[in-house]
């Protein structure tokens, strides 16, 4: 089969891999759908013969990419729980492996494993660009009925991020929230913050971007481009800022006005990979009594929690989808993503 793979300097190749087979505790699935996540660009850009931008080492062969895949199950291993997979379950896959035993693991988050180095698949291990993916089955997720396996593959990483971040901030219907970056996961919390009934304020440097968190939902949108963003929010809050933030531009300029614009005792929530930020910690932290978290994507049962989530709200997860691919249409489906002006893409297979 053929899949596509970063070679790195905005490259990539359509490559030649083995059709996979699954061991003992494996499925194979037949991909339906693999979404484009802005995570992937920092593996699309890096410099050739470099690090990986998420610090893994560098895998020894080509490795497929895409992190967010969706499809049904087309072969099953031989110690494989029937409770796990079935052939022809639709599903998701939650995209790590670590030890399977430690607590972390055992608690769905895998990826938080300190035991061995974690798979990541699409990363260091084979990802969903291909027609067919081999994983665990302990990495399956159930797609609802209701749900497309394009809605499935957002879930799979952006969306669930989105979500697994405003659960980790509790947002509620009594909150307003300033989400800074309207790319594909700050649009997904735009729409499911929405969706949980609180008041959202937009912001980007897009127009483009802008005009399409307006049509998912968001209250006020602002343009730190053409705007003091810290003071629009204020200007908004009548003079008492956001309840939250949530930062995914993971831009310095995006990440301290996102402390800077919440109340006193306010909340601010980092999911923005990569990048720093200087805090001054006494004016824009200890003097308001501001928290500060990260939200590093969700754990399986978040990933199946956020699909049930948006099956009873009814949220059109189809809706952040701009391009449908080809995976021949790979080289163009990540030159125009790479513009970071467009809406979200899926490959469709």
Same mark, same amino acid.
């Given at each position: 089969? !053929?899949?596509?793979?970063?070679?790195?300097? !905005? +490259?990539?190749?359509?490559?030649?891999? =083995?059709?996979?087979?699954?061991?003992p505790h494996d499925v194979v699935l037949e991909m339906k759908a693999s979404g484009m996540c802005g995570s992937d660009l920092h593996q699309y850009r890096r410099p050739k013969g470099g690090?990986?931008?998420?610090?893994?080492? &560098? =895998?020894?062969?080509?490795?497929?990419?895409?992190?967010?895949?969706?499809?049904?199950?087309?072969?099953?291993?031989s110690a494989v729980d029937p409770a796990q997979a079935k052939i022809g379950? !639709?599903? &998701?896959?939650?995209?790590?492996q670590g030890c399977t035993n430690c607590e972390h693991c055992r608690a769905g988050w895998q990826q938080l494993c300190q035991n061995v180095p974690v798979k990541v698949y699409g990363n260091n291990n084979d990802g969903g660009h291909a027609p067919y993916m081999l994983v665990p089955a302990n990495t399956l997720v159930t797609l609802p009925d209701e749900l497309t396996f394009a809605a499935g593959a957002a879930i799979a990483c952006g969306t669930g991020t989105a979500y697994g971040a405003l659960r980790r901030i509790n947002l509620s219907g009594n909150d307003t929230i300033a989400i800074f970056g309207q790319g =594909?996961?700050?649009?997904?919390?735009?729409?499911l913050a929405k969706a949980m009934g609180a008041r959202v304020i937009a912001l980007d440097i897009s127009e483009e971007r802008l005009a399409r968190a307006r049509e998912f939902g968001a209250d006020e949108v602002v343009n730190p481009g053409s705007n003091d963003p810290v003071g629009?929010?204020?200007?908004?809050?009548?003079?008492?800022?956001?309840?939250?933030?949530?930062?995914?531009?993971?831009?310095?300029?995006?990440?301290?006005?996102?402390?800077?614009? #919440?109340?006193?005792?306010?909340?601010?929530?980092?999911?923005?990979?990569?990048?720093?930020?200087?805090?001054? #910690?006494?004016?824009? &932290?200890?003097r308001r009594q501001v928290t500060i978290v990260a939200s590093w994507t969700f754990s399986s049962i978040g990933q199946e929690?956020?699909?049930?989530? #948006?099956? +009873? !709200?009814?949220?059109d997860v189809d809706k952040l989808f701009t391009h449908r691919w080809k995976l021949d249409q790979a080289e163009e489906a990540y030159r125009i993503f790479d513009r970071q002006t467009e809406g979200?893409?899926?490959f469709l297979m």
């Open positions: 089969m !053929r899949g596509v793979s970063f070679l790195g300097d !905005r +490259e990539l190749q359509l490559l030649d891999f =083995p059709d996979p087979t699954p061991g690090t990986q931008a998420s610090g893994l080492a &560098m =895998p020894t062969r080509p490795v497929i990419a895409g992190h967010e895949p969706c499809g049904v199950v087309a072969a099953i291993g379950q !639709r599903v &998701m896959v939650h995209h790590y =594909p996961v700050g649009l997904s919390a735009t729409q629009a929010i204020k200007d908004l809050t009548h003079g008492r800022g956001a309840d939250l933030s949530l930062d995914t531009s993971a831009s310095p300029a995006g990440r301290i006005a996102a402390v800077r614009c #919440v109340k006193v005792w306010g909340t601010c929530c980092f999911v923005g990979e990569q990048g720093d930020v200087t805090i001054n #910690v006494s004016p824009d &932290m200890l929690e956020c699909a049930r989530f #948006v099956v +009873e !709200r009814g949220v979200k893409g899926v």
